[in-house]
């Protein structure tokens, strides 16, 4: 059974760049639309983002000049990058896959992350 | 890309049937039939509830029911519990190739 567990730093200073990683067990990385969710205190979930296996990414434009998404060669790490960080980059965010829908368009999030807590201060 | 609109709260009594309503545009739910429902309790993470507007993935309660006419998106939650008070989040595939997400709908039961 696929799981996955997000890490990072939990404190990043503002300006600074937050690096986070999706460690995936159980299951391959090739396949599937790998996808970072995350959610400020106290408000609702904002996608980021994903990159699918082909190596193809896709991210919120609200967010694109600053986010890079990436797998490492192990093929079991994702990453997550977002540069020049502000408070309200304080969320907790989650890493998910992304099953693709039956259509070939896009894909719904049916496995994921516990979550992890990121706070943007000096 | 703006946020689909879900109302803010819904209540109901157990037993009760409640319905959860997203509303998006042109640009991704009157279009596209992948409208997807989570369920989120205080300090976990999502869960999938409903994919592609009214599919249940297994293990999900039949309780649980999608549909759509429109531009809006609904999830009913039939034969209300106790253990259904949590927060409710759509999504919806765009036209610009992104997922948007609703602001969620808080559930009292």
């Known amino acids: 059974q696929l799981q996955l567990q997000e890490s990072g730093p939990g404190l990043v200073k503002p300006s600074e760049t937050l690096s986070l990683t999706c460690t995936v067990s159980g299951g391959s990385i090739s396949r599937y639309y790998w996808t970072w969710v995350r959610q400020a205190p106290g408000r609702g979930l904002e996608w980021i983002g994903y990159f699918h296996y082909s190596g193809v990414t896709k991210y919120n434009p609200s967010l694109e000049s600053r986010v890079i998404m990436s797998v490492d060669t192990s093929k079991t790490h994702l990453s997550l990058s977002l540069t020049s960080v502000t408070a309200a980059d304080t969320a907790i965010y989650y890493c998910a896959k992304g099953e693709a829908d039956s259509y070939g368009l896009g894909y719904y999030m049916d496995v994921w992350g516990e979550g992890t807590t990121v706070t943007v201060s000096s | 890309q703006s946020a689909l609109t879900q109302p803010a709260s819904v209540s109901g009594s157990p037993g009760q049937s409640i319905t959860i309503s997203c509303t998006g545009s042109?640009?991704?739910?009157?279009?596209?039939?992948?409208v997807s429902w989570y369920q989120q309790f205080p300090g976990k993470a999502p869960k999938l509830l409903i994919y592609?507007?009214?599919e249940r993935p297994s293990g999900v309660s039949s309780r649980f029911s999608g549909s759509k006419f429109d531009n809006t998106a609904s999830l009913t939650i039939s034969g209300l519990q106790a253990e259904d008070e949590a927060d409710y989040y759509c999504s919806s595939y765009t036209i610009t190739g992104t997922l948007v997400f609703g602001r969620g709908t808080q559930v009292t039961v």
């Open positions: 592609e507007v009214s």
């Open positions: 042109d640009n991704d739910v009157r279009t596209y039939n992948l």
